[in-house]
Nanobody, 125 residues
């Protein structure tokens, strides 16, 4: 069982930045691909970013956040990050951390083996 705990959400003005963190409870964190999803009120959950677990790191981004968001991981700290820059009001959502066997499952199947509880990000105009 892997427990994921997100932090770093909050209220920010448009154009600002936030960094989300997701701490995993299990030592085998380094064997999981990690990702972020978000869900805005009245909308379906959508993929945001993913990162592989392998030695050669590969990242994936939704088109809506490409160039503004950066996903990274620190296996020594069992933590994955989402640096969000140039935030827009349409980025407002609850952001969820996810862990899966493959980044493919996260990116192309919107599937995860484990989920965090979510952290609210609100961007004011």
């Amino acid at each position: 069982q892997v427990q994921l705990v997100e932090s770093g959400g909050g209220l920010v003005q448009a154009g600002g930045s936030l960094r989300l963190s997701c701490a995993a409870s299990r030592r085998t964190f380094s064997n999981y691909a990690m990702g972020w999803f978000r869900q805005a009120p009245g909308k379906e959950r959508e993929f945001v970013a993913a990162i592989t677990w392998s030695v050669i790191i590969t990242t994936y981004y939704a088109d809506s956040v490409k160039g503004r968001f950066t996903i990274s991981r620190d296996n020594a700290k069992n933590t994955v990050y989402l640096q969000m820059n140039s935030l827009k009001p349409e980025d407002t959502a609850v952001y969820y951390c996810a862990a899966a066997q493959t980044a493919y499952a996260i990116r192309y199947e919107s599937r995860s083996d484990y989920w965090g509880q979510g952290t609210q990000v609100t961007v004011s105009s």
